[in-house]
């Protein structure tokens, strides 16, 4: 039992380039979540899912896409990346009647 | 929408008995949860109200009262393990989402 893994630990762009990042649970949960953490503050929501299918904008979406490929797997793309997106970016998901969300290892990227 | 403030920084010796208090403005706002992060690593849960009073689990406790919108987090018998940052989550809508607070950098000395 993995957990919440994320794909690639750590990532150079230059400006304009795009990449996806990848994330995967295997605890079977139904909702999954894309936050990005930058130096000195807590997670902001970028994007997240309800359930197979189903994705919604959080608090910072904008420059970012998202994929619910299947239960387990939930990808957020960057189409042109900026600077400002320079950040770690977290994965995680819920599932079951509580409340505990579980973080992957995060994914640090640094565009220049 | 939804803030919370928390203090930036707290500093205890080992032994010793800490709270972090976290104060939020919200709408829609159901529960209110605590989660740690050691430098670098992935945030892992802490505790979780949602109604009013006290959540005991081993050392660390937590507390809400939602007529005063405040919470706050106590950690007991201090360990230098504990050193983290530790952030309140603010809880809402139907996927169960988090809106995180700036974090707490707590320091344990010897």
């Known amino acids: 039992n993995a957990g919440v893994t994320q794909t690639p630990k750590f990532q150079v762009l230059k400006t304009g380039q795009s990449m996806t990042l990848q994330c995967a649970q295997d605890?079977?949960?139904?909702?999954m979540y894309w936050y990005r953490q930058d130096p000195g503050m807590g997670l902001r929501l970028i994007y997240y899912?309800?359930?197979?299918?189903?994705?919604d904008k959080g608090e910072v979406p904008n420059g970012y896409n998202v994929s619910r490929l299947n239960k387990r797997e939930f990808s957020l793309r960057l189409e042109s990346a900026a600077p400002s997106q320079t950040s770690v970016y977290f994965c995680a998901s819920i599932g079951g009647a509580g409340e505990t969300q579980y973080f992957g290892p995060g994914t640090r990227l640094l565009v220049l | 929408g939804q803030s919370l403030e928390q203090p930036s920084e707290v500093t205890a010796v080992e032994g010793a008995i800490v709270q972090i208090n976290c104060t939020y403005q919200?709408?829609?706002?159901?529960?209110l949860s605590w989660y740690q992060q050691h430098d670098g690593g992935a945030p892992t849960f802490l505790s979780y109200n949602a109604l009013d009073g006290l959540e005991e689990t081993g050392r660390f406790s937590s507390f809400l009262s939602r007529s005063d919108s405040y919470g706050y987090l106590l950690l007991q018998e201090l360990q230098m393990k504990d050193s983290a940052s530790y952030f309140c989550?603010?809880?809402?809508?139907?996927?169960?989402?988090?809106?995180f607070g700036s974090g707490t950098q707590l320091t344990v000395l010897p």
């Open positions: 989550a603010g809880n809402s809508g139907s996927a169960r989402q988090l809106t």
């Open positions: 919200t709408s829609g706002f159901y529960g």
């Open positions: 605890m079977n949960h139904n909702s």
């Open positions: 899912s309800a359930s197979e299918g189903t994705t």
